[in-house]
């Protein structure tokens, strides 16, 4: 059974960090999106399971790290000089195998998101 379940946000100031969790079970291949309220989700990570192959989006490049403890069945997205914009329900979803890693139908379980709110 493939599940993902978010954990790890709240409230920061901007200029601060957060690391957000992805409990990932039955895929190896995770991605991180986040939507804000009125935008459409956006990809911001990817994660290969075999090797730790990292991939990131455009627009938080530079300021996100991807990472996973395969230990733990987990995903970790950290954030890293946080703005307002970055305010959204941050979600994981697990890649089904197929198609760009940057699309959101190359990704069919999704977890239930958790909101990431930057106080100015």
């Known amino acids: 059974q493939v599940q993902a379940v978010e954990s790890g946000g709240g409230l920061v100031q901007a200029g601060g960090s957060l690391r957000l969790s992805c409990a990932a079970t039955?895929?190896?291949?995770m991605g991180w999106f986040r939507q804000a309220q009125g935008k459409e989700r956006e990809f911001i990570a990817f994660?290969?399971?075999?090797?730790?192959?990292?991939y990131y989006g455009d627009s938080v490049k530079g300021r996100v790290s991807i990472s996973r403890d395969n230990t733990k069945n987990t995903v970790y997205l950290q954030i890293n000089s946080l703005k307002p914009e970055d305010t959204a329900i941050y979600y994981c979803?697990?890649?089904?195998?197929?198609?760009?890693?940057?699309?959101?139908?190359?990704?069919?379980?999704w977890g239930q998101g958790t909101q990431v709110t930057v106080s100015s």
């Open positions: 979803a697990a890649y089904r195998g197929l198609g760009l890693v940057q699309s959101l139908t190359s990704y069919d379980y």
């Open positions: 039955g895929r190896t291949d």
């Open positions: 994660i290969r399971g075999a090797d730790g192959s990292p």
